[in-house]
Nanobody
Framework: QVQLVESGGGLVQAGGSLRLSCAAS????????MGWFRQAPGKEREFVAAISWSGGSTYYADSVKGRFTISRDNAKNTVYLQMNSLKPEDTAVYYCAADDSYSGNRNEYDYWGQGTQVTVSS
């Protein structure tokens, strides 16, 4: 098993930046692919970005491509989401997740953090 704790959320103006972190503990971090998802009020949880076990492969939702960057540091058991050019529609609770498979499907992920709130003001 793995435990996940997100941090780095907050309130930012449109056009600003935030970096989210997700610290993992438990089973070997490098054995998991990692994903970031988000959930806005009244909406379903949606895929944001994923990164493979070594960090050599990434992919993104179209809505964040070119603005967000996912990365990981296996030595620090941490995955990051750098968010630039933030928009009000990026406002949501952001969750990191871990799974053996590298996927954008939230139903594939077995382990989830508790989430961190990101609010983008216009």
């Amino acid at each position: 098993q793995v435990q996940l704790v997100e941090s780095g959320g907050g309130l930012v103006q449109a056009g600003g930046s935030l970096r989210l972190s997700c610290a993992a503990s438990g089973r070997t971090f490098s054995s998991y692919a990692m994903g970031w998802f988000r959930q806005a009020p009244g909406k379903e949880r949606e895929f944001v970005a994923a990164i493979s076990w070594s960090g050599g492969s990434t992919y993104y939702a179209d809505s964040v491509k070119g603005r967000f960057t996912i990365s990981r540091d296996n030595a620090k058991n941490t995955v990051y989401l750098q968010m630039n050019s933030l928009k009000p529609e990026d406002t949501a609770v952001y969750y990191c997740a871990a799974d053996d498979s590298y996927s954008g499907n939230r139903n594939e992920y077995d382990y989830w953090g508790q989430g961190t709130q990101v609010t983008v003001s216009s």
